[in-house]
């Protein structure tokens, strides 16, 4: 197996005397789709704010690449190759939808502020290629024809997912999704895990999700971690943790 | 190159002819009218920058344009570098020079305080500006409370006109471009959503503290311009007021509206002094009563601005060429 792309060691985050998250570590291995999963408040989205920077840890390392990224700013994390969505959705609201996604990508231009006021080769350059980057990514969700529409607009479905197209407009390397199928039906479930799995072939990239729909949890994640109470009760793939006692008494309650 | 200027040039030659035209068609009190239309407008389109672009709070900025206007009355007052035929050379260096000089007080203020958000920094920044001017009353060598006189000007109306329309065109089409292009747009996303841009690679206190930065600027250069336009200028030129004005223009036009801004300088400069003959028939001075009853009125009908976030050429492609 090629080298850890993310690897979390003991990571702890206390919120004044609850711990929320308890000395949890797991890896991620280049171009893995990991699944964190776990019952209400067990600390899954803690774990994301932790990782983009939002938190910062009181305890562990957090290591992407060869890098320890705990105490950087979210944009510098992002600039490493981190980026994520969020649970309760974070678009740009009062913007049209592909200037949401050309946000996404201002990481990536070199022009300064002269070039944009005297409309320089640079700028008209780069422009157009971030405008077609943006678009083609637009396609891959089918939103390329909404680009012009306010984000606030759009159905609930379609603003999750431009909340993926977004992150991926950073060009990212490991891209956190916090609950991409929340609110949505089968058949809208069904097609997100097409395009999750599309999106990880052609990007090369590593994905790490959160949800609570097992069937999508369990359909595309190769390695599962769990976790109850910050703490982390299990760990493997799907078949594992399906059967496992620990989780099915984290979900269930024990019978007394 | 050539297309950046385009516009920009036929505009400015447009507003040459008028100017020519005002110079003979109008008496000195309309002239000096709209001179303060213009630097009014620079005002409110680089406070909006701030306030309507970037969402954040700035009530402070008649401290940057005092800046702007102390430091171009005083260096040009008391150097002279250039002959008298050669005076508009030196009134554009000083120009500048008050700009540059507010932009880094606009920096020296931003940095720290850009980390508060709403009416914290509303807060902060209206401290700003009134430490600025007790300061200037207290500083001899500025004349402290007697303020400034005798600041050098253009030979007419004419040489103002102009002068202003180009400062006010490039404050125009700097935040146009600016706001079209990817920096822009880091404004915006940190009006939207702090969190979101932070996690999507924007650096949001670097995106702050330049729209600051930039907007002081502009602030100083209607300072600048307002120094000479009226060749006198003392602290109580720049009170608290002002920058409440400033702000009435913003938000009057519309946040993030550049044609908002525009339309709402013109509308609050001239229209205090257009009720003024209203006295005359009432025999009292209703002029405040009615004008404050005016803004109630517009913000209740309109309460995102008169032209929200929308320029003048979306409407005109919304309603006009839709119905054609």
Redesign the interface.
């Known amino acids: 197996m090629s080298a850890n792309l993310l690897e979390v060691k003991n990571m702890t985050m206390q919120f004044g005397g609850l711990k929320a998250v308890d000395s949890l570590s797991f890896s991620i291995p280049q171009g893995q789709l990991a699944g964190l999963i776990g019952p209400n408040g067990a600390g899954k989205t803690t774990v994301f704010n932790m990782l983009t920077g939002v938190y910062r840890p009181t305890q562990g390392e957090i290591l992407l690449g060869d890098k320890n990224v705990v105490g950087m700013r979210p944009y510098e994390i992002n600039h490493l190759g981190l980026a994520r969505t969020f649970q309760n959705i974070r678009l740009f609201k009062s913007l049209t939808v592909l200037q949401n996604v050309l946000i996404a990508t201002h990481q990536h231009i070199s022009y300064g502020l002269f070039d944009t006021i005297l409309l320089s080769k640079k700028f008209q350059k780069q422009e157009a290629e971030m405008h077609n980057k943006a678009l083609s990514l637009l396609k891959i969700f089918n939103l390329e024809k909404k680009a012009d529409e306010i984000a606030s607009s759009l159905p609930y479905g379609e603003q999750r997912k431009l909340e993926i197209v977004r992150a991926m407009a950073t060009d990212p390397k490991l891209i956190l999704l916090d609950e991409p199928a929340a609110g949505m039906n089968h058949s809208e479930t069904h097609e997100l895990m097409q395009t999750i799995a599309k999106i990880r072939r052609d990007f090369d990239l590593s994905i790490l999700l959160i949800e609570h729909d097992m069937k999508l949890v369990m359909g595309i994640c190769e390695n599962i971690t769990v976790i109850d109470h910050g703490v982390k009760i299990d760990e493997g793939p799907p078949q594992k943790i399906q059967n496992s006692e620990k989780v099915i008494q984290a979900y269930l309650g024990v019978e007394p | 190159?050539l297309?950046?200027v385009k516009l920009p040039f036929i505009a400015f030659s447009a507003l040459l002819i008028l100017g020519a035209l005002l110079n003979f068609g109008v008496n000195a009190y309309i002239q000096l009218m709209l001179l303060f239309v213009i630097i009014n407008s620079i005002l409110a389109m680089s406070l909006n920058l701030v306030n309507g672009y970037t969402g954040q709070f700035s009530l402070g900025h008649a401290g940057f344009m005092a800046i702007g206007a102390y430091v171009s009355a005083y260096a040009s007052t008391q150097f002279s570098f250039f002959s008298e035929s050669f005076g508009f050379v030196g009134i554009f260096l000083t120009t500048i020079a008050g700009g540059l000089l507010a932009a880094f007080a606009g920096f020296l203020v931003g940095l720290p305080s850009l980390r508060l958000k709403g009416d914290y920094l509303a807060i902060v920044t209206l401290g700003f500006g009134e430490i600025i001017r007790v300061a200037l009353l207290n500083m001899e060598a500025v004349g402290g409370p007697r303020g400034i006189s005798g600041i050098p000007s253009f030979p007419n109306f004419f040489f103002s006109f102009s002068y202003s329309c180009f400062w006010a065109l490039i404050c125009f089409?700097?935040i146009w471009?600016?706001i079209r292009?990817?920096?822009?747009?880091?404004f915006?996303?940190v009006r939207?959503?702090e969190?979101?841009?932070?996690?999507?690679?924007?650096?949001?206190t670097d995106m702050k503290v330049r729209a600051f930065v930039l907007s002081s600027f502009f602030a100083g250069v209607a300072g600048a311009l307002f120094a000479h336009v009226t060749n006198y200028i003392s602290p109580s030129s720049f009170t608290f007021l002002m920058s409440v004005n400033a702000v009435i223009m913003v938000v009057l036009g519309g946040m993030g509206s550049l044609s908002g801004s525009i339309t709402a300088a013109i509308f609050i400069t001239l229209m205090p002094e257009a009720l003024r003959s209203l006295q005359d028939i009432t025999g009292v001075d209703l002029r405040m009563v009615i004008y404050s009853l005016l803004l109630i009125l517009i913000m209740i009908l309109r309460p995102q601005g008169l032209f929200g976030?929308k320029e003048i050429p979306d409407i005109w492609r919304k309603y006009v060429r839709k119905s054609a």
């Not at chain 2, 292009?181 to 880091?186: D, N, P, Q, T």
């Open positions: 190159m297309k950046a089409f700097f471009r600016l292009s990817s920096h822009g747009r880091g915006l996303s939207e959503d969190i979101a841009a932070e996690a999507m690679g924007i650096n949001t976030d």
